[in-house]
């Protein structure tokens, strides 16, 4: 009867600490879920009012040129997808959340859909967790050929899911606004999805499918879009 008892008490003790990690282990994961969010949202304000600022002329001595990125991962797997496998610091520098990025290309709007965000120049996973991503190797708004941006379809390209042909696409930089309109869109394998070559100005913008995916999306959303107007 004793001895019993005893396994009794250990099972419900198991149990009981069992139940306690697990509660744990959910909690870590809402705050590492929220500090990703959050780090978005405030690198995104952050680079918007510096935007605003050099736009303006009020930013003496900002940066003017986009320092190239190391060469893109250009296996479009779930790193658009809003699921990243790569091991990062789960805190980065904050003091780079709160200065002007050298990185930074512009700001993308899409009015019909409510998208708005800001760019910057890469596509690896810390840019990503920011902003919508510029294709180092594609052209830069305005330019001949095809200017490439990719992001999270769970966070900056979620807008995309309603976006219709014939919207309007509008990238402001600091050499001027750019006004692009959506020709087409279309659902695809990762390893279909491919860059026209072609000179003429046009745009693409990619992010993963379904958008209500759990998990790593297995296809890619693709939008393909045609430069319609410049003001510098």
């Given at each position: 009867?004793?001895?019993r008892v005893?396994?009794?008490?250990?099972?419900?003790?198991?149990?009981?600490?069992?139940?306690?990690?697990?509660?744990?282990?959910?909690?870590?994961?809402?705050?590492?879920w929220a500090w990703g969010l959050?780090?978005?949202?405030?690198?995104?304000?952050?680079?918007?009012?510096?935007f605003?600022?050099?736009v303006a002329g009020d930013g003496a001595g900002a940066e003017t040129q986009v320092t190239p990125a190391p060469p893109p991962r250009l296996d479009l797997a779930p790193s658009i997808g809003g699921e990243s496998r790569s091991s990062r610091p789960l805190l980065p520098s904050l003091h780079k959340l709160f200065t002007r990025d050298p990185q930074l290309i512009g700001e993308l709007d899409a009015p019909e859909v409510g998208l708005s965000v800001m760019i910057r120049d890469g596509v690896d996973d810390a840019t990503l967790r920011r902003a919508a991503g510029h294709l180092p190797s594609s052209a830069l708004p305005g330019e001949s050929g095809n200017f490439v941006l990719l992001g999270h379809r769970d966070t900056f390209f979620r807008p995309l899911r309603d976006i219709h042909r014939g919207d309007p696409l509008r990238i402001r930089t600091k050499n001027g606004q750019f006004t692009y309109v959506v020709d087409s869109f279309e659902v695809t394998e990762p390893e279909s999805v491919k860059f026209?070559?072609?000179p003429t100005p046009s745009a693409t913008l990619v992010t993963?499918?379904?958008?209500?995916?759990?998990g790593s999306a297995p296809r890619r959303f693709v939008v393909h879009a045609r430069l319609t107007a410049a003001a510098k």
């Open positions: 009867m004793v001895v005893r396994v009794e008490s250990v099972k419900r003790r198991l149990l009981a600490w069992t139940a306690d990690s697990l509660i744990l282990v959910g909690l870590c994961g809402l705050l590492v959050s780090e978005g949202a405030l690198y995104q304000y952050v680079q918007r009012v510096q605003a600022r050099d026209d070559s072609d993963c499918f379904p958008f209500t995916y759990i």
